[in-house]
């Protein structure tokens, strides 16, 4: 069974940082794009960022770039998404996800074409 398991949500103030992890498990995605999408309450998913398989390219939506910080580990099958300079607007259930297309070097922002996704964790900026 695939599974894509995120941790490293929380409660922070605005102006801090958080580091998502997210784990996948039951198949290597060492050849397949991963990222992170977003929920806010009331609203749709939003992309957040992705990384192709080598880390050889990155994208990002406007509303994080230069504040979040996507990689990821082959090695042991990780992707992460680092936060830094949060702001209330960031307040959402945080979704790991995958692609299932190997070797891809382009990146979309659109949620299906992710077909894995993680079950979500939540990140609260308060201020």
């Known amino acids: 069974q695939v599974q894509l398991v995120e941790s490293g949500g929380g409660l922070v103030q605005t102006g801090g940082s958080l580091k998502l992890s997210c784990v996948a498990s039951?198949?290597?995605?060492?050849?397949?794009?991963m990222g992170w999408f977003r929920q806010a309450p009331g609203k749709g998913r939003e992309f957040v960022a992705a990384?192709?398989?080598?880390?050889?390219?990155?994208v990002y939506s406007d509303s994080v770039k230069g504040r979040f910080t996507v990689s990821r580990d082959n090695s042991k099958n990780t992707v992460t998404l680092q936060m830094n300079s949060l702001k209330s607007e960031d307040t959402a259930i945080y979704y790991c996800?995958?692609?299932?297309?190997?070797?891809?070097?382009?990146?979309?922002?659109?949620?299906?074409?992710?077909?894995?996704w993680g079950q979500g964790t939540q990140v609260t900026v308060s201020s």
């Open positions: 996800v995958a692609d299932t297309v190997v070797l891809r070097d382009t990146l979309s922002t659109t949620d299906i074409d992710y077909t894995y």
């Open positions: 039951g198949r290597t995605f060492s050849y397949n794009p």
């Open positions: 990384i192709t398989w080598n880390s050889g390219r990155t």
